[in-house]
């Protein structure tokens, strides 16, 4: 997609002078992911513009987009829709290039600014004073060197944007082939099992031939039953027209027992006789229909970020091949729209506030809602809180696996803590903390009675400014 190493960051330079007077004083309409590590940032000035920001160690880069990504590739993260919250709205003031990133400057109640980060493979949104109000992947602590490496806005080069261009049309052509690929997977996979299902078909098409001869044998045996000593592996046995037919038996069972396993043989092969032939043929016409449409799609541009997946199987396809293969399809470009899914304790009736490093903090507003954070949301290695001593709210700091709790984090959930509980009118007191798989609820206890250990205790003192900021970075659910 970029060129990496030096050469790479000169041509996102110059890609950022060339988006620089096209984005000034556009308004932000809103971020989305095109995957983990890429925002597309859409920019409404004299026209809609499209910006893609990518933090990936195999290709990062900033440019203007220039192709079309339908909406079915598009989806928006939790923190993704907190910092598009935030910035929706805002005019972009200066966009300029600082060490190996990229910031641009924003206006709307406030100041802000959004950083992409080469370095640390980061996105974060920062205030004027570089404080961090939210990243993708907690990597924040970096939010005063980005402050203090800027060396202040360049000037645009030009007006023209070629240096995009070529940007541009490399990340389309990298990730269609991407989008190739895992279609090409897919259609593999279910070829595999096409051919397992023939295979099978055609063997059980096989012994359906053989079911006239079970039941001939089951016939014979029948009528010599008296003839068939016990323990036999086989007999001779003569038929109506005087001719000698050696029936295979099952010496464990009785002569009447391998008549009857050989008429229920022949019953169940005259079952599959009825269906096995035109399924065979189906099968075989769907294998023709996938190989088909490999080829289609390796050779030519039946699969890209600008073409609906749901057109992806013509109509005979889709009826010889099924919705089912359509769907799979659908998941395997698009994600299935797991992405897309909101975490389950994200949608249970509580607050949800974010720390100044984007991790999640739950917070109870009644004592049912605390009884439902400790038994159904809290994780065993999340931070639990309560102001210690008096009633008030249950609060969970959720543990993310890319990055642990900093101080800023405990400090803004013990705030929370504070401000939730009967110390609030007080400004300071004591709160008690502790990871949730020390937090026990008692049998028999009451709702939001817990019992708790191994736990420390923070004296805590009311920050007016730190806590607007929280308060105003919230979900209520």
Not at 352 to 358: D, K
Request: glycine share 8%; charged share 30%; proline share 4%.
């Amino acid at each position: 997609m970029t060129i990496k190493g030096p050469e790479g960051l000169q041509k996102t330079e110059e890609a950022v002078s060339e988006l620089s007077p096209l984005l000034k004083s556009g308004r932000i309409e809103r971020l989305e992911n095109l995957d983990e590590r890429t925002l597309v940032m859409s920019v409404y000035r004299n026209g809609r513009h499209t910006v893609v920001a990518c933090v990936s160690k195999r290709s990062p880069g900033v440019f203007l987009f220039t192709e079309t990504v339908r909406p079915e590739y598009l989806y928006s993260s939790a923190k993704t829709a907190h910092m598009s919250r935030i910035l929706k709205a805002c005019k972009i003031t200066d966009v300029f290039c600082f060490g190996q990133g990229v910031v641009f400057t924003c206006r709307g109640e406030e100041e802000l600014q959004l950083f992409v980060d080469f370095g640390v493979s980061d996105i974060a949104l920062a205030d004027k004073e570089g404080r961090a109000i939210a990243s993708l992947f907690g990597r924040i602590d970096e939010a005063v060197r980005y402050q203090a490496a800027s060396n202040g806005p360049r000037a645009p080069k030009t007006r023209n944007t070629p240096v995009s261009d070529m940007l541009s049309a490399r990340f389309f052509s990298e990730r269609n082939g991407g989008l190739v690929a895992a279609a090409l997977k897919t259609l593999n996979t279910e070829e595999k099992k096409k051919k397992r299902l023939l295979l099978k078909l055609s063997q059980e098409d096989r012994e359906a031939q053989q079911g006239e001869r079970y039941k001939w044998w089951g016939e014979l045996l029948k009528y010599n039953l008296e003839r068939v000593p016990p323990g036999a592996s086989a007999v001779s046995l003569r038929d109506f027209e005087g001719k000698t037919e050696t029936v295979p038996l099952d010496p464990r069972m009785t002569a009447r027992q391998n008549m009857e396993r050989y008429f229920a043989r022949y019953r169940k092969m005259k079952r599959r006789k009825g269906g096995s032939s035109e399924r065979v043929e189906n099968e075989k016409n769907a294998l023709f229909r996938i190989s088909a449409l490999k080829k289609r799609i390796t050779g030519g541009d039946l699969v890209g970020l600008d073409r609906p997946p749901s057109l992806l199987l013509s109509a005979p396809e889709l009826e010889a091949l099924g919705r089912g293969l359509l769907g799979r399809l659908e998941k395997a470009l698009t994600g299935g729209g797991k992405k897309k899914k909101q975490p389950e304790e994200e949608k249970k009736p509580h607050l949800v506030f974010f720390t100044s490093s984007g991790k999640r903090v739950f917070v109870g507003r009644n004592a049912s809602e605390n009884d439902e954070l400790v038994r159904r949301v809290a994780r065993g290695n999340d931070l639990w809180f309560h102001a210690e001593g008096v009633s008030g709210s249950h609060v969970l700091l959720r543990y993310e696996k890319k990055g642990g709790f900093t101080e800023n984090d405990v400090r803004d959930a013990c705030m929370l803590a504070l401000h939730f509980s009967r110390f609030r009118d007080q400004k300071s007191g004591p709160v008690v903390y502790t990871f949730c798989k020390c937090v026990k609820k008692k049998k028999g206890a009451g709702a939001g009675h817990v019992e708790y250990f191994n736990n420390k205790t923070k004296i805590v003192t009311m920050d007016d400014s730190v806590l607007a900021g929280l308060l105003g970075r919230t979900q209520a659910r």
